[in-house]
């Protein structure tokens, strides 16, 4: 009776954050074209959205802008959580954590207006780069902060014993450190990725008038009125973050199987 009350809790909790999803997705198969009442199943939202050239290819830059600004913030955050965590100084220490932190707590809207401002006075063209960069910087601390427990608690003797086997700096960094912190560095990519599908407010501001993503092209078709084309590509994107989550689940259980294997 003890542990019935917790998991009946939980399970209203994930109804209550579910259950407009569900809501969503099933009004997109309504052919009424409205979401008060359901008059019968149809899959012409979804046939006219992928007829909607234009919106092909803001999917397309979205997922462009996904996939480059993951990788290029994995590799920066990466860099950046190897400085924070060999830093000479406990006070360096401290101190870049702490400058990594404020960007992650800051409000979308004051980084938004903060890279709005930056690209106008630099003399960026908003667009295509100026959405690039502003993902990279709100990424970089993400992954930084994942990468930073795997690297926390990897023993300092596994470096000495690569040491004393004669390895360079860089055979430790690529041989060692790495294949090491490797379920932290695919997590903060994946984590990366999902940020950058999903922002809105930081986007909005350093979109140009030829260029736009997902994020925003909803919220502007929400402000012409209801549409079942909403529906339909709300319910696509679920659909591909949870594809996302469990490609991140296979990859992060294939890599705790060897290490498992190591520790027999």
Do not use: C
Not at 39 to 46: C, S, V
Not at 138 to 143: A, M, R, T
Not at 209 to 229: D, H, K, M, P, Q
């Amino acid at each position: 009776m003890k542990s019935f009350w917790p998991r009946a809790y939980l399970a209203f909790v994930f109804l209550i954050l579910y259950a407009p999803i569900f809501y969503l997705m099933f009004y997109s198969f309504n052919s009424g074209g409205t979401m008060s009442s359901f008059d019968g199943f149809t899959l012409d939202w979804y046939k006219e959205l992928f007829s909607d050239t234009r919106l092909l290819i803001i999917v397309l830059n979205t997922i462009v802008i996904a996939l480059l600004s993951a990788a290029i913030s994995t590799i920066i955050g990466v860099i950046g959580a190897l400085a924070i965590i060999y830093a000479r100084k406990r006070i360096y220490q401290n101190t870049l954590l702490s400058l990594n932190n404020v960007l992650i707590v800051s409000p979308d809207v004051i980084i938004g207006a903060s890279f709005l401002i930056l690209f106008t006075i630099v003399g960026i063209k908003l667009g295509f780069t100026s959405v690039l960069l502003a993902h990279i910087a709100f990424s970089v601390p993400i992954v930084v902060i994942m990468v930073l427990p795997k690297l926390q608690e990897m023993s300092s003797s596994l470096i000495d014993a690569a040491r004393d086997l004669g390895a360079s700096r860089f055979d430790v960094l690529t041989k060692v450190i790495l294949p090491y912190i490797t379920p932290g560095i695919f997590a903060g990519f994946f984590m990366a990725l999902t940020y950058s599908l999903d922002d809105f407010a930081v986007t909005f501001f350093v979109t140009g008038n030829g260029f736009t993503t997902l994020s925003v092209e909803i919220y502007s078709l929400a402000r012409r009125g209801i549409s079942l084309n909403i529906n339909a590509l709300s319910t696509l994107l679920f659909l591909f973050t949870i594809f996302l989550v469990i490609g991140y689940y296979f990859i992060q259980q294939r890599n705790e199987k060897p290490a498992a294997g190591v520790r027999k």
